[in-house]
């Protein structure tokens, strides 16, 4: 008869997250995001092909509050999982597997996604 | 005519050769995005909340529409070879052959749909 008093595996909800974990989930969850930034990317090339009249109405849905916001977390998620894939192209090529500069690279990826995401927005905002 | 069955004919040949692409073909991809994502969102931000006029004249433009172009195509397929390694984790069985196919469909419609509208602009 099995034991159900054994000691279980202490689950997924008890660990603290570490950095690595939470970016290398993020990272996943900004590649769908983008996945659907994608399809939006075709559809503004497709107003603009079609007449004025399809475009403007994008244009108005993209300028509104809401559709500011979804931009912003666009380019978020573009500068994340940008900023991090060149992390990945290290690791792929053998650098940066150690303990300190692994936490330290996932730190240097958060701060430079904040630096293009405001550069981007700021860009944006005086050109 | 072999006597042999097939299954002893493949046996010791080794593998197809192929376990990389996927992965190799992962990182091509993502080294073509980081300089055109990086110029493509600059691009956008630059142009910003243009009018019709000024956003066709802009994508008029054959160095911004070759770009565009590439960045379609690099993005599709980065997009495509992502999405199956998600669907590979999480969907199983026939669903799985199901979503991936789908998947790769809607990838090349789109990359299709929107290299077409690029040159519709462009020609």
Request: glycine share 6%; hydrophobic share 60%.
């Amino acid at each position: 008869m099995a034991n159900n008093q054994r000691p279980l595996s202490p689950h997924l909800g008890i660990y603290k997250w570490p950095l690595a974990m939470a970016i290398s989930i993020l990272h996943r969850m900004t590649g769908v995001a983008l996945a659907i930034g994608a399809v939006l990317m075709v559809a503004v090339f497709v107003t603009v092909a079609a007449d004025p009249e399809s475009y403007e109405w994008i244009r108005g849905i993209l300028s509104s509050k809401t559709g500011k916001a979804f931009l912003f977390l666009w380019t978020f998620a573009l500068f994340l999982h940008l900023c991090n894939g060149v992390r990945h192209l290290f690791w792929d090529a053998g650098y940066g597997f150690e303990k300190q500069t692994t936490f330290n690279s996932g730190v240097f990826t958060i701060i430079a996604t904040a630096a293009l995401t405001i550069a981007v927005w700021g860009y944006a905002y005086f050109f | 005519m072999s006597l042999r069955t097939p299954l002893s004919e493949a046996k010791g040949l080794g593998s197809a050769k192929e376990g990389a692409s996927h992965w190799w073909l992962q990182r091509l991809t993502a080294i073509a995005l980081v300089p055109l994502a990086i110029w493509f969102a600059f691009a956008v931000a630059c142009i910003g909340n243009a009018s019709h006029a000024e956003v066709h004249a802009w994508l008029a433009n054959p160095f911004i529409a070759v770009a565009l172009i590439l960045f379609i195509a690099a993005t599709f397929y980065h997009t495509q070879l992502g999405l199956q390694v998600i669907v590979e984790d999480y969907v199983h069985g026939w669903l799985k052959v199901v979503t991936l196919i789908i998947l790769n469909f809607l990838c090349i419609a789109l990359a299709v749909v929107g290299i077409v509208a690029l040159l519709k602009i462009f020609l």
